[in-house]
Nanobody
């Protein structure tokens, strides 16, 4: 059974940092691209960052230069380092693992940026 479990969210002041983790079990994640997505209230879920199996990364324009996606294949874990956080980054953050025509999602972790 494939499971993705996110952690690391919380309340942070504008300009602060958080590191999100997504631990994968039931499958070797290193074979697959993985992504971080977010969804704010009333908004559609949007892509934040992608990392390919070979390590190539892609970012949404809104987070370029502030967020970094990485992976530790030995730990079957993907990270999202978020710096210079803004109130508009407030959302539930999800990790996603696409496999063929299906995609696995985690349960999400809340990130709130507020003073």
């Amino acid at each position: 059974q494939v499971q993705l479990v996110e952690s690391g969210g919380g309340l942070v002041q504008p300009g602060g940092s958080l590191r999100l983790s997504c631990v994968v079990s039931g499958i070797r994640s290193s074979f697959y691209a993985m992504g971080w997505y977010r969804q704010a209230p009333g908004n559609k879920r949007e892509l934040v960052a992608l990392i390919q199996s070979g390590g190539t990364t892609t970012y949404a324009d809104s987070v370029k230069g502030r967020f970094t996606i990485s992976r530790d294949n030995a730990k079957n874990t993907v990270y999202l380092q978020m710096n210079s956080l803004k109130p508009e980054d407030t959302a539930v953050y999800y990790c996603r693992l696409p496999r063929g025509s299906y995609a696995y999602w985690g349960q999400g972790t809340q990130v709130t940026v507020s003073s």
